[in-house]
């Protein structure tokens, strides 16, 4: 099927009154409106008749003829002040009116974000005073036209689980991160648990791996490994496009959906299946979100890190894309029927072989080719995965008596945990009768890929309640010996003797 994607400042199809006239962000609300953060940095709002804007930081309803302005209402749970909320949710201030009461001029809290919402009578009835204000207040500008040079600067801030002593453990438990924060070059998501890297904004693909490999040499000196698998916690790949050129910033911001919708055709419907099982709603197309650079393409997971040639590729293609569509206005390409981008279209932007290698990641992952790991260091025999709740020091035990399996590959155990209801039993093929529990075994080993996985259910008691006697944690060991052997996975002398 043949696509087309345009950015609508060069698709001009008829005769407009805006000829000539660049408008920044410019928006048609209809009904409530509260996606202030989706916003450029200056925006400009046409309100059809009877629009209501939710959630401003005003003392009162402010009722305009033409719209409504409401303000807003603190949440009961709430512990800091009016103030705190409305610089923390960055919510847009009221600066006044204009236009003979028929614009509402306002300016968001902490971003800073200029906004001009304007009546729809006043934006028909009124154009050529309006349009003077917008050129006047740097709402708009006489549309320039983008020349051959187009800088785009490159950015992401991949997450990562965290692996010491081979356990996936929470970013925040270890120094390197926690002090990092949220905005330092190494540190922590927002939820804290999962690590986040922030390398420098580069100019070419190449220069975006250098800058990575450069933090990842300081993450090194921590001893640990970064993951990409997510199935504990949700990873994102996040890739920020921006620029140097305040012009093309503005352009990348207003077309911001038509690039993502670019995007997602090229990069996120290849890239999205390799998410991990704890990324919930953050696996979804068309995911992005309007930064003071430019923007932020939300979809991919960060699975591509766990091969740096893939996140040269990854980038390539994305300067690529964009750079066409901010020069040409427009791109047309054909698709296949679940809406990727067809192989060929890819060389457009990629060789041949470099094509290829991007468009197989995906059935290298699900086949379990790819090692889930930033190449960086020596990967440990085993890794384990504790799933459901554990108290801290019977997981120790556990992982303490299992850590030196004589494994015959690095192998992934996940220790997960099974409900009160069903006694002191192991969900573990190779325990005897009296501890095996007797239903179906809810997980099944995974044991063709780069790093087997292996399930093994736990009693309750033994998470929760008691340590596991030493003589039955000995008896478990043998089980778990003895699993592995049957899957293949156990060292060939271990096996011989």
């Known amino acids: 099927m043949k696509k087309t994607v345009s950015l609508k400042r060069v698709s001009n199809p008829t005769p407009s009154p805006y000829e000539g006239v660049y408008i920044f962000g410019l928006r048609y609300v209809e009904g409530e409106f509260y996606d202030y953060e989706n916003l450029p940095k200056v925006a400009v709002l046409v309100a059809k008749q009877g629009s209501v804007f939710l959630d401003l930081a005003i003392n009162y309803t402010k009722y305009l003829g033409w719209a409504t302005l409401e303000y807003v209402v603190l949440p009961e749970d709430w512990e800091g002040s009016y103030d705190d909320f409305v610089y923390e949710y960055d919510l847009p201030e009221f600066v006044g009116l204009a236009l003979k009461g028929e614009a ?15 009546s729809e009578n006043a934006w028909q009835s009124r154009w050529e005073e309006v349009k003077e204000y917008l050129l006047k207040h740097g709402y708009a500008t006489l549309d320039p036209k983008l020349g051959a040079e187009i800088v785009l600067t490159l950015g992401g801030d991949p997450e990562f689980e965290v692996i010491c002593d ?75 496009i921006g620029s140097p050129d305040d012009y093309i910033v503005q352009v990348l911001q207003d077309e911001v959906e038509r690039f ?32 003071d650079y430019g923007w932020e393409y939300r979809t991919p997971p960060s699975s591509f890190y766990a091969d740096l040639e893939m996140v040269r590729l990854t980038y390539k293609l994305t300067k690529g894309l964009v750079e066409e569509l901010l020069r040409k206005g427009e791109i047309s390409y054909e698709t296949l029927e679940d809406g990727r981008a067809k192989p060929e279209e890819y060389l457009r932007f990629l060789t041949k ?82 501890w095996r529990l007797k239903e179906d075994f809810p997980k099944v080993p995974f044991v063709e890929g780069a790093i087997p996985e292996i399930w093994v259910g736990i009693p309750y008691r033994f998470r929760k309640v008691e340590e596991i006697p030493e003589g039955l944690l000995d008896e478990f060991v043998s089980w778990v010996k003895e699993y592995l052997a049957q899957l293949k996975l156990l060292a060939t002398q271990e096996v011989a003797e």
């Open 166 to 240: 081979g356990e996936v453990v929470p970013a925040d438990s270890l120094l390197i991160f926690r002090d990092g924060g949220t905005y330092d070059p190494i540190g922590t998501d927002g939820a804290r648990h999962t690590a986040e890297l922030r390398p420098n904004p580069a100019y070419s693909p190449e220069e975006y791996v250098e800058n990575f490999l450069g933090l990842l040499e300081e993450v090194k000196s921590a001893d640990v490994l970064l993951s990409v698998q997510g199935d504990r916690y949700a990873l994102g790949g996040h890739i920020h």
């Open 260 to 291: 993502v919708q670019v995007l997602d055709d090229f990069v996120g419907r290849v890239l999205l299946p390799t998410s991990g099982k704890a990324r919930g709603g953050y696996k979804r197309l068309g995911a992005y979100e309007i930064k």
């Open 104 to 118: 509402v001029r306002l300016i968001t809290t902490r971003t800073r974000r200029k906004i001009l919402v304007v």
């Open 353 to 434: 072989e470099e094509a290829e290698y991007f468009l197989a990641f995906p059935e290298k992952w699900a086949k379990g080719e790819i090692i889930p790991l930033v190449p960086m260091g020596d990967i440990p025999p085993v890794i384990f995965v504790f799933r459901d709740e554990w108290d801290d020091d019977k997981a120790w035990f556990f992982k303490e008596a299992l850590n030196y399996l004589p494994v015959e590959r690095p192998v992934r155990i996940v220790l997960y945990g099974l409900a009160q209801r069903r006694g002191d039993y192991f969900a573990l093929p190779t325990a005897p009768e009296e």
